[in-house]
């Protein structure tokens, strides 16, 4: 999962705002099912976490409509209620969900796959894997999954981006549901998936599956309908509406002129006032091109009614800053955001030790902040500031930004010094895990991220008249 795909994660999280600076509400860096434990993430992506790991545990659930279609389908359907999934009820109700019934145990660990679903972006495994797999390193109750799709290795594969893993315990042993996002630009109507873990709880074999999976032919509404906000330098297209059996998908494309800026869209009102929601979208192709920095989107929303004659889009943009960068060779500095109304004052930098530790206050923050926002601030001020050696600066992968090991240190302790000037200490451990070989300051680059500062805000609603017939 890039930036992108975590920005818009957390954005579509309802927060309270009384208890959450929503300037914060971003987080930061690049997350992810993949992505090593010791990068933290800021509070405000806190909630999204279980999502983002594919450690989801099913809520038992189910609405009453749920219930009755389940009652026509108590076989396939009865997985679907354990995980609340409500297209693959209506799916199986449509008989539209293929059975499987393959099996196979690898150093004493059953794993029986038994379902599988294509409908519109969005692909459904579900399975059972027996009690055997508590042998493993994990906790009971909880089961974790090693594996790749279509042969690829490790963390480039794109099924792996925004995926989840929905575990249930059962007799004998858990039941789980795999969701992914179709991550490719042409929708393939019918193919095989090969899936391969390669180890479970820690516990290695091979379990190579060979899954069916199809979908009937989405019908498809071309919009082609472009909206500008030339104050944001932004703009939207809404390309086409995919519908399949249970869902819709929507393709639609952004430009924004700065690198890193997100449009998402929070909801969608038909002309009968009909609300539809949009999921996490999926990245088809991006590019920079001379009016600015492309994405194309496919993002699952709410199955599109066939008698409506509008909809009108409520787009939010979530603005990027890049990090700003001062050499330490200066006991006190001024730092300035990019592109917003940010400072940091610097007042000192002071080396105690195996400690450095940073004195500063910060200049255009709003006034009056509650004492939940400032907790906010200071959790995530442990995160925000950055040491690299500034021989190693050009070694941090753009697509994959972190200090190199053995050359960054990305974590500190704070202190809110005092609360009215927005006043902070910064403490730096230089022999911990993460640090610096030969740590001097004058070869130290002190890197702060002022983007969880910038308020995310919605952009004016449009509407889209839609065209009469579908393909």
Do not use: C
Not at 228 to 241: D, Q, S
């Amino acid at each position: 999962m890039d930036n992108k795909e975590l920005k818009t994660a957390i954005e579509k999280i309802p927060v309270p705002k009384e208890k959450v600076f929503s300037a914060i509400s971003k987080g930061i860096n690049k997350g992810g099912n993949r992505e090593k434990a010791k990068k933290k993430r800021v509070l405000a992506g806190v909630a999204t976490a279980a999502a983002l790991l594919g450690i989801t545990v099913a809520s038992g659930f189910v609405n009453p409509t749920m219930n009755r279609v389940l009652a026509k389908t108590p076989l396939i359907g009865g997985i679907f209620q354990e995980f609340n999934d409500s297209t693959g009820v209506e799916l199986a109700n449509q008989d539209a969900v293929t059975e499987l019934n393959q099996s196979l145990t690898k150093n004493g660990v059953t794993v029986k796959l038994t379902s599988a679903y294509f409908d519109g972006n969005v692909v459904s495994i579900t399975g059972f894997v027996d009690e055997n797999v508590e042998k493993g390193g994990n906790e009971k109750g909880e089961v974790s999954f090693d594996m790749n799709f279509e042969h690829y290795k490790g963390d480039h594969d794109p099924w792996l981006r925004g995926g989840s893993n929905n575990i249930k315990k059962v007799k004998n042993g858990y039941n789980f549901q795999w969701k992914m996002d179709y991550p490719y630009k042409s929708l393939k109507e019918n193919f095989t998936l090969p899936i391969t873990i390669h180890n479970i709880n820690g516990i290695k074999g091979e379990w190579n599956f060979e899954i069916p999976i199809q979908q009937e032919k989405n019908r498809t509404l071309v919009i082609n309908h472009e909206q500008g906000y030339p104050k944001n330098e932004v703009k939207i297209r809404i390309k086409e509406i995919l519908t399949a059996k249970a869902s819709s998908s929507l393709i639609y494309e952004t430009v924004e002129k700065y690198k890193g800026d997100v449009i998402n869209l929070s909801k969608a009102v038909d002309n009968k006032g009909k609300v539809y929601r949009f999921e996490n979208p999926t990245y088809l192709e991006e590019s920079k091109q001379e009016d600015g920095y492309h994405s194309t989107v496919r993002t699952e929303m709410t199955k599109l009614h066939s008698d409506i004659t509008s909809l009108t889009f409520y787009p939010r943009l979530s603005a990027a800053d890049p990090k700003v960068q001062q050499l330490l060779n200066s006991k006190s500095f001024t730092l300035k955001s990019t592109r917003f109304n940010f400072g940091l004052q610097v007042n000192d930098v002071t080396q105690k030790g195996e400690k450095l530790v940073i004195d500063y206050q910060f200049t255009g923050l709003p006034k009056n902040l509650s004492q939940g926002q400032l907790e906010t601030i200071n959790h995530n001020l442990e995160y925000l500031f950055w040491l690299v050696d500034k021989e190693y600066l050009t070694k941090i992968d753009p697509e994959n930004p972190w200090p190199p090991k053995n050359h960054g240190i990305p974590f500190n302790k704070v202190k809110m010094v005092d609360k009215a000037t927005a006043h902070f200490q910064s403490t730096f451990d230089l022999n911990g895990e993460e640090k610096i070989e030969n740590f001097k300051l004058e070869n130290t680059m002190l890197l702060f991220d002022f983007s969880s500062f910038v308020p995310s805000k919605d952009i004016k609603p449009f509407t889209v008249v839609l065209p009469v017939g579908n393909e």
